[in-house]
């Protein structure tokens, strides 16, 4: 009796409960036929795999500077990449200087203004930083890691802004 309803199922290409009760009654008339189509059914994999549930990606709740619609690198975000070698002087020069790479990101477009540092200091990163400002204009709120280079440089900002 299960194999004949197993048989039914799968020549009906996974068929659902009515449809595999109703074929085999044209012939035979089983006994408790609803329950054992449902135990069948609900061991099937490939019917288990076809009605199984997508999962839902839950999403947190983002920051307002991330999903207001404003001017690029308004909000932006500020990081150095690993360091690269780069010839110093000319194309012939041998001599290879370690210098980084600043990525400024903004926040609610996601794109990304690449600028060349010399080196990790923080007078170095106010060069790359005004350089950057001139290009993309005024930033209105700015973040980055607590690194040495931005902390120092944030303290010459404010030493520049404050005289007194």
Not at 29 to 41: F, K, N, V
Not at 59 to 83: E, I, K, S
Not at 141 to 155: C, P, V
Request: overall charge positive; glycine content about 4%.
């Amino acid at each position: 009796m299960k194999l004949l309803i197993l048989y039914e199922h799968t020549r009906l290409l996974h068929a659902g409960n009515q449809l595999v009760l109703a074929s085999p009654r044209a012939k035979y008339w089983i006994l408790r036929a609803r329950q054992t189509i449902h135990s069948i059914l609900h061991k099937c994999l490939p019917c288990l795999r076809l009605t199984a549930d997508s999962i839902h990606q839950l999403m947190g709740q983002l920051p307002r500077t991330h999903v207001t619609a404003t001017r690029p690198f308004l909000t932006t975000g500020d990081d150095f990449a690993a360091p690269i070698s780069m010839k110093k002087g000319s194309t012939r020069s041998k001599t290879l200087q370690k210098c980084y790479i600043a990525i400024f990101v903004c926040f609610t477009t996601k794109a990304t203004h690449i600028e060349l540092v010399t080196d990790l200091t923080s007078l170095a990163f106010i060069a790359a930083l005004c350089r950057f400002i001139v290009r993309r204009g005024h930033i209105h709120d700015m973040y980055s890691a607590n690194g040495t280079t931005f902390i120092g440089a944030s303290r010459k900002l404010k030493e520049l802004s404050n005289p007194l």
